[in-house]
């Protein structure tokens, strides 16, 4: 195997913060000697979810075995996801910042599963994945990423599974998202559907969608981290995994 000096498009104060997790929680569960530093464990990590490289590859580079390098990752996953903003929490966060409204929307997370795993089919973008939903603020803040759920799952059962239009109800907050979200409720504001539509409704379809799309942008932020690209892990552990990259990338753009 050859070796080569590489970067990753990362600030040190996000490295700084990830190795900060880590050292505490060792601390805490009085972890004995390993063969990385905290500082190593952080780096490890963030070049595997920023740049997607493989666990065969990223241990090679640290000098470890890759059972251990996925032992580190999971580690510092699960540690990152527990500091991700629960929905009540991003609401609150939304209604103190004033915001005229959110932006919600789902996305594939693609998985890498063979043509039998049926459930994991996306009918709409004709490929496997996992089914993550996503509100955002009107410039495409991400706020807050649900868990995940098979890709066959449609967006509208998905926010009613994560309970979003209730709470968006609850909260008093408007929210912009696509057609798709049909019968979300009256919070949740969508196009109009219909051909031949009055130039009155044309209208008001062109001035959602130049509101909404801003918003959209919350998950091509999310998906700059190329492990989401395509996950060759278990999908069950999806939604922690965007979890986490929904906490690095916040920190990533203050």
Known sequence: MLFYRAAVDLSRSTLNYVAGLIRRHRKTIKSPWRRLNPGQQALLVLVHLRKGETLTEIAAGFG????TAWRYIREAIALLAHRSPRLDQALRAAKRAGYPYLVLDGTLIPIDRVAADRPFCSGKHKQHGM???VLATPDGTP???SGSLPG??????????WGIPRRLKAAGLITLADKGYVGAGEHVRVPYKGRDKPTSQKSANSAHAKLRSPGERANAQLK???ILRKLRCCPLLTG?????ILVLQLRESR
């Open 64 to 67: 470890i075995g890759v059972a």
């Open 131 to 133: 089914n993550i939903q």
């Open 143 to 145: 706020l807050w990423t």
């Open 152 to 161: 066959s799952v449609h967006d509208l059962k998905a926010a009613r599974i």
């Open 224 to 226: 700059t981290w190329r």
């Open 240 to 244: 922690q995994l965007v979890k986490a």
